[in-house]
Structure formats: structure tokens, C-alpha cells
């Protein structure tokens, strides 16, 4: 019954670098997004996915690329990481419905960039 | 464009106590609303749902009313339990449910 799961749950980074966020579901959601929390701020939109190779903007998408090539999969990529953009990163899924279904999180992964 | 505006934190309540985080979007139509629990280390945990004016989401003892007429959803339960700490966060999803806009959270402690 695992649900979301994100990989890795801690990693730190020096500048430049880059990495990906690997997120995985099971339930077979149509729906993906990646969110980013910040003290003080909530949780922003960066990317998400209406399916299987689509992807979209959300509300703080610079910096960041998505892929979703598999329905199950969806991957948040930092090309090219900068102090900024230390977060927690949170992936969800969901099902699309008559009326907006609520969404599965992930435990979320710690990203810190020196 | 949608938001969601929710009571600033921290709040600390004894166990027992009345508890209310307030919460007010704005939107254009008829939005969905959430709220979402979030324990230390965890993600977020859908707690109840509303999705047209007047009704009443519940779980766990917690409440929420949509209400059309004064654009809010806040969050009530009687007697809360030292359980009960957790970040707690109001959300909107308009009605294609492809984006979700969520508060800032409120951080709540139940002390025994």
C-alpha cells in the first residue's frame, strides 16, 4: 500500500549542480504535481501533469523541468541548482472526476543547496 | 487569481480547548475546498472536503462549512487532543482540479 513515493528524501547539493526528484504512484492517478514549501509560504505549484506526456507551468516554474513519461512516474529535474532552491519538495497525485478529487502526497524530500 | 488566505500561526491550545483556524479564499465560479493535516516529517493528509456553498465537511471531530456568502471554510473542532498538533493547511481547486492553491498553514500545539 505504498502510495506516493519520493526518492531521495534528503540530498544536498553544491551550486550547479543538478539532480532529479524521482516520484512514483500506484494508484493509477491520471493527475501528477510537484510543490515546493517554504516557511512562511505554503505550498507552490512548480509543475504538473494531466497525463501520461503532458506536461504544465504551475505557479513557480523556473529553474525546474518535468517529465512524465510513464503514467506512474513523474520526475522533477534541477539543471542547474541555485540557494534558492532550497525546499522541501512534495509530489501528488489524483484522479481527475466531475468535481476536483483530493490529492495524495508524498512524505516530500529535503533538498538543500550550498 | 485563486488564493487562499489562512490564520497566522502558531497556535497553542490546552487540551480540551475549542479549537478555530480561520480561513477565506477568493475565486472566480464554484471552487472545491480542502483542508489538509500535516505531521511532523509526513506529507500532507487530506482531513475533510466541501464542494458547493452551505456544505459541511467532517472527520476526525474536526468541521468545515462552505460558506458562499462570506468566502470561507474555517476550521472548527470542540475538543482537541495533544494528537492533534500538526500544521494545518485550507485549500481550492477550481473545478477542473487541475491546480490546487493552498494556504500558508497554521501550525497548531495541544498541550496536556
Known amino acids: 500500500n505504498a502510495g506516493v513515493t519520493q526518492t531521495p528524501k534528503f540530498r544536498v547539493l553544491k551550486t550547479g549542480q543538478s539532480m532529479t526528484l524521482l516520484c512514483a504512484q500506484d494508484m493509477n492517478h491520471e493527475y501528477m504535481y510537484w510543490y515546493r514549501q517554504d516557511p512562511g509560504m505554503g505550498l507552490r505549484l512548480i509543475h504538473y501533469?494531466?497525463?501520461?506526456?503532458?506536461?504544465a507551468k504551475g505557479e513557480v516554474p523556473d529553474g525546474y523541468n518535468v517529465s512524465r513519461l510513464k503514467k506512474q512516474n513523474f520526475l522533477l529535474g534541477l539543471e542547474s541548482a541555485a540557494p534558492s532552491q532550497t525546499s522541501v519538495y512534495f509530489c501528488?497525485?489524483?484522479?481527475?472526476?466531475?468535481?476536483?478529487?483530493?490529492?495524495?502526497f508524498g512524505d516530500g524530500t529535503r533538498l538543500s543547496i550550498l | 487569481g485563486d488564493s487562499v488566505t489562512q490564520m497566522e500561526g502558531p497556535v497553542t491550545l490546552s487540551e480540551e480547548a475549542f479549537l478555530t483556524i480561520n480561513c477565506t479564499y477568493t475565486?472566480?465560479?464554484?471552487?472545491?475546498l480542502f483542508w489538509y493535516v500535516q505531521y511532523p516529517g509526513e506529507g500532507l493528509q487530506l482531513l475533510l472536503k466541501a464542494t458547493k456553498a452551505d456544505d459541511k465537511g467532517s472527520n476526525k471531530g474536526f468541521e468545515a462549512t462552505y460558506r458562499k456568502e462570506t468566502t470561507s471554510f474555517h476550521l472548527e473542532k470542540g475538543s482537541v487532543q495533544v494528537s492533534d498538533s500538526a500544521v494545518y493547511f485550507c485549500?481550492?481547486?477550481?473545478?477542473?482540479?487541475?491546480?490546487?492553491?493552498f494556504g500558508t498553514g497554521t501550525s497548531l500545539t495541544v498541550i496536556p
Open positions: 501528488a497525485s489524483s484522479h481527475p472526476g466531475a468535481l476536483p478529487q483530493p490529492q495524495h
Open positions: 485549500a481550492l481547486s477550481d473545478r477542473t482540479g487541475n491546480q490546487f492553491y
Open positions: 501533469s494531466v497525463g501520461e506526456g503532458t506536461t
Open positions: 475565486a472566480t465560479g464554484y471552487p472545491s
